[in-house]
């Protein structure tokens, strides 16, 4: 069964550092998400992205975050200066059309240090 | 602010009974919403998603969906203990594309 994978499942990172994390949705999908969930709270909605731009971002998505597609398989998430806030588990999720069930790979634990 | 509300819970009940979850939304011109499981640790899982007014049935899980009330709920059948997790209540609303989350109701089905 096709299915949405992320690298890496767990990340640990210096305060102020650069991450990037990675994704393969699934391959005939063509909107593509970014979630995180704080340990304990509930699951938030960063960003979308379709047709190579971002849809729709929330307030959660500011200048330290972007999303890339570099090629035809990843979609990537790129946080710049990691603050302690930032840590939490990150979501990729994947549909191919709109207002359908949305597929989610298995996240990567962001730990900031 | 677009809100989904859901009882944190925990929420028990015994092995073999039916369990109800419920949750509420603001955004009245919401047309789909999901029912997702998601165990301690792990991602969010596909239970159901329904689109219109009623019940949707698929195995032991029904959705029902009642978008005057605003308010959407899940009926697990014949509850196992493997069903104890966190069950998220997702909507997207008429303006965009991104699912809402709720912050899930907690069950616990004891054996």
């Known amino acids: 069964e096709p299915e949405v994978t992320q690298t890496p499942s767990h990340q640990v990172t210096q305060m102020g550092q650069e991450v990037i994390l990675r994704c393969v949705p699934i391959s005939n999908h063509l909107y593509f998400y970014w979630y995180r969930q704080i340990l304990g709270q509930k699951v938030e909605f960063l960003v979308s992205f379709y047709n190579n731009e971002i849809s729709e971002k929330s307030e959660i998505f500011d200048d330290q975050f972007s999303v890339e597609r570099p090629d035809g398989s990843n979609f990537t998430l790129k946080i710049r200066s990691t603050k302690l806030e930032d840590s939490a588990m990150y979501f990729c999720?994947?549909?191919?059309?709109?207002?359908?069930?949305?597929?989610f790979g298995q996240g990567t634990r962001l730990t900031v240090v | 602010q677009k809100e989904v509300e859901q009882n944190s819970g925990p929420l028990s009940v015994p092995e073999g009974a039916i369990a109800s979850l419920n949750c509420t939304y603001s955004d009245r011109g919401s047309q789909s919403f999901f029912w997702y499981r998601q165990y301690s640790g792990k991602s969010p899982e596909l239970i159901m998603f329904?689109?219109?007014?009623g019940d949707k049935e698929d195995g032991r899980f029904t959705a029902q969906l009642n978008k005057a009330s605003q308010y959407v709920s899940l009926l697990i059948r014949d509850s196992q203990p493997s069903d104890s997790a966190t069950y998220l209540c997702?909507?997207?609303?008429?303006?965009?594309?991104?699912?809402?989350f709720g912050k899930g109701t907690s069950l616990l089905v004891t054996p």
């Open positions: 329904i689109y219109s007014n």
């Open positions: 999720a994947s549909h191919n059309r709109v207002h359908t069930e949305a597929f």
């Open positions: 997702a909507v997207i609303p008429d303006s965009g594309y991104a699912l809402n």
